[in-house]
Structure formats: structure tokens, C-alpha cells
């Protein structure tokens, strides 16, 4: 063939076929759905194992219930040997609940504002070691903040107690009772702060870290001094995480067994206050592990047990919701 100029010209090749792309492709999809497959499947055995859990709880604990002689929701009776056997959870709902959201009014500030000190104050080695001493706490075994709790900060806090007692006394919350300090909802209280600080600060500070600079040196651009620029760009962008973190915190204390077991004092009669002893839901399971002699006996304690379970599925199922709302705002 040859071209208008006379030149001769040539045909083009016929392009070959890219068989290597077409392999790594192929390869790659087949990847994807193994990927895929494989977190489904263990997605839905997390669901298969909580489902088997609660059917499991509400299995054993049908025919105790049944058989109750008192009220399950409103009683503060626990026994399980009577026949038919009476217990409620009014008063172990109470203790729990109580422990619980007072362990996380006083760590909640605190993890804040470690947070904001290593994400928006201290930088570089410092904010390595804090950090670091932080989430040892995470390591340390229940047993010995139980231990720690009744023989050492127990007793030291006593005079904070008596403080409280005196001062605020005429408040039901605050009021006196027969229990000797440090046996105390109040002492379990702080024990639970410290216990769950670690996993607060720690999801708190990933969730400020990952503040937009944009928004930042927006702030910073108008004239906004450090804590206007913390309280207008970095809170309302870790608010939402902040928040999930604080419920898990929640759900870490509900929990929590043998630091309570250890701490808090068995009473005869139920106060409000904080200076009272009491039992968990945990801590009443625990204690009384030797009684399920038999199925049934069990299925009482059992009981607490799933008022408990869904008590945390509760709280971490509300943690989950206002995380994703979060990122919805976000995104």
C-alpha cells in the first residue's frame, strides 16, 4: 500500500491481547469474593453465637421465673434456695446501674481532657509515654484493682466519703448507712472509673485526631484563640465518637466482676445511697458460683444473667447507632 506522497506504508499489527492484565484482574476478583465470603461468614457466626447466648439464658431461666414467688422487676428479695424461690432484680439493677453511670460521670471529663492534652497540647515523646501509661492501664488485671480498691484507695478515700456524707447527707443519693467505708458502692465507683478511663481515652483521642486540619487553621485564620478553636472545630467533630466511646466505657462497667465482687459489702437492706453495699448482677453470679448444684437453682442466678445481657446489648447496640449518625453528619 502506499500513502499519498508516495511513500510506501505498512499495515499495523493486529494488537495482541493483554492476557497478563486480564489474569491479575481475574485474579483480583477472585480475591474480592473470597474477601467478601469470608467476612460474611464471620459476620453472621457473631450473630449465630449471640442469638445461641440468649437462647441459652432465656432457656434455663424460663421455668425459675415461673416459678417466682415475688416480683422479678420491683422485689429487692434474692433467694434462690426457698421453695418456690423468690428473688427480684430491683435492687441489683440499682447497684449496678448506679456503680456504673457514677464510674462514667467521673471518667468521662477526665478522658476528655487527656485526650485534648495529646492530641491538641502535648505532641511528640511526651504524648508517646502518657499514652502509653494510659492504655497500661488496660492491662492490669481485675483482681488487682479489687484488691488495690478494698486495701489501699478504699481507705484513702474514706475522708472524701465522710466528707460527702456529712455534707450532702440529706440527699437519699449521699445518705448515711451501716456500711463501713470502704465496702461501698462509692468505692467501687472510682475503681470502675479508673478501669474503664483506658478504653474511653483511647477511642476519644483517635476520634480528635482525626479533626480536619482544614477546619483547624480555618479557626485559627479568624483569630480563634486555642480553646475556641477546640471548642469550635475539634469538639463538634468528636462529639459523636466521644459519645460511643463513653457507652462502651458504659457497657465495660455493667460488666465488671471480680473489682466489684471484692469491694462491695453484702447488706441485708436496700439503701439508695451510695454509701451502701449491695450486689451487681455480676458480682451476685459470681459470689453464689457454688450453689448451681443443680440446673434449676443455676436457672435463678441465670436470670440476672439475662437481665444483664441485654442490659449491655443495650447500651453497645446505642453506642453503635450514635457512632454511625456521626459519621453520617460527617460524610
Do not use: C
Request: charged share 10%; glycine share 8%; no cysteine.
Amino acid at each position: 500500500m502506499t500513502n499519498n506522497t508516495g511513500g510506501a506504508t505498512t499495515a499495523p499489527a493486529p494488537e495482541e491481547p493483554d492476557l497478563g492484565h486480564t489474569s491479575i484482574e481475574g485474579t483480583s476478583r477472585v480475591g474480592d469474593l473470597v474477601f467478601r465470603g469470608a467476612a460474611t461468614l464471620s459476620s453472621g457466626l457473631i450473630v449465630l453465637v449471640v442469638l445461641i447466648i440468649g437462647v441459652f439464658l432465656l432457656s434455663n431461666a424460663w421455668q425459675p421465673l415461673m416459678d417466682n414467688a415475688a416480683n422479678f422487676f420491683t422485689s429487692t428479695e434474692f433467694n434462690a434456695s426457698a421453695t418456690p424461690p423468690r428473688f427480684g432484680v430491683a435492687a441489683l439493677l440499682w447497684t449496678t446501674v448506679l456503680s456504673s453511670l457514677f464510674a462514667l460521670v467521673i471518667a468521662v471529663p477526665v478522658a476528655m481532657g487527656l485526650a485534648l492534652l495529646l492530641t491538641q497540647f502535648v505532641r511528640g515523646r511526651v504524648a508517646t509515654y502518657v499514652a502509653f501509661i494510659i492504655d497500661l492501664l488496660a492491662a492490669v488485671p481485675s483482681v488487682i484493682f479489687g484488691l488495690w480498691g478494698i486495701k489501699v484507695f478504699g481507705p484513702a478515700v474514706k475522708p472524701v466519703a465522710q466528707w460527702l456524707e456529712n455534707t450532702l447527707g440529706w440527699i437519699p443519693l449521699f445518705g448515711p448507712t451501716q456500711v463501713a467505708s470502704p465496702g461501698t458502692i462509692f468505692t467501687a465507683s472510682l475503681v470502675l472509673a479508673i478501669m474503664i478511663l483506658p478504653i474511653i481515652t483511647a477511642i476519644t483521642r483517635d476520634v480528635l485526631a482525626q479533626t480536619p486540619r482544614d477546619h483547624i487553621e480555618a479557626a485559627l485564620a479568624l483569630g480563634a484563640t486555642r480553646w475556641e478553636v477546640i471548642r469550635l472545630a475539634v469538639l463538634p467533630y468528636g462529639r459523636s465518637g466521644a459519645i460511643a466511646a463513653a457507652m462502651l466505657g458504659l457497657g465495660r462497667a455493667l460488666g465488671e466482676t471480680i473489682a466489684v465482687m471484692l469491694i462491695l459489702s453484702k447488706v441485708a437492706e436496700f439503701k439508695v445511697s451510695v454509701f451502701n453495699g449491695g450486689e451487681t448482677f455480676a458480682s451476685i453470679i459470681a459470689r453464689n458460683a457454688p450453689e448451681f448444684d443443680t440446673p434449676y437453682k443455676a436457672g435463678v442466678y441465670i436470670s440476672a444473667g439475662l437481665v444483664l445481657f441485654l442490659l449491655t446489648f443495650a447500651v453497645n447496640a446505642i453506642a453503635r447507632v450514635i457512632a454511625d449518625r456521626g459519621k453520617a453528619r460527617m460524610s
